[in-house]
């Protein structure tokens, strides 16, 4: 079982920044490759950011630039520092664990 939490989401106003993290626990491995995904309302959940055990990352087209992951293995943590924050970035925010598990998601609203 792996359980992932995660925490930061919060209102920020258009071009404002907010860093999310994400706490594993459980049978987590340093192999899996780990990341953030979104939904917003109506929409499908869409994958954001990836990192993989050695360390390559990608990015959806809509955060290139803005948004940036980063790992901490020795903490088991994840991390998403999003800068230039957009309304359309509007969503709750997921952690994943190697594609399969899920966090409970932590909410991010972008609105002045």
């Known amino acids: 079982q792996v359980q992932l939490v995660e925490s930061g989401g919060g209102l920020v106003q258009p071009g404002g920044s907010l860093r999310l993290s994400c706490a594993a626990s459980?049978?987590?491995?340093?192999?899996?490759?780990m990341g953030w995904g979104r939904q917003a309302p109506g929409k499908q959940r869409e994958l954001v950011a990836t990192?993989?055990?050695?360390?390559?990352?990608t990015y959806a087209d809509s955060v290139k630039g803005r948004f940036t992951i980063s790992r901490d293995n020795a903490k088991n943590a994840i991390y998403l520092q999003m800068n230039n924050l957009k309304p359309e970035d509007t969503a709750v925010y997921y952690c994943?664990?190697?594609?399969?598990?899920w966090g409970q998601g932590t909410q991010v609203t972008v609105s002045s």
């Open positions: 990192i993989r055990s050695g360390g390559s990352t």
């Open positions: 459980g049978s987590i491995s340093s192999n899996f490759a």
């Open positions: 994943h664990a190697a594609f399969a598990y």
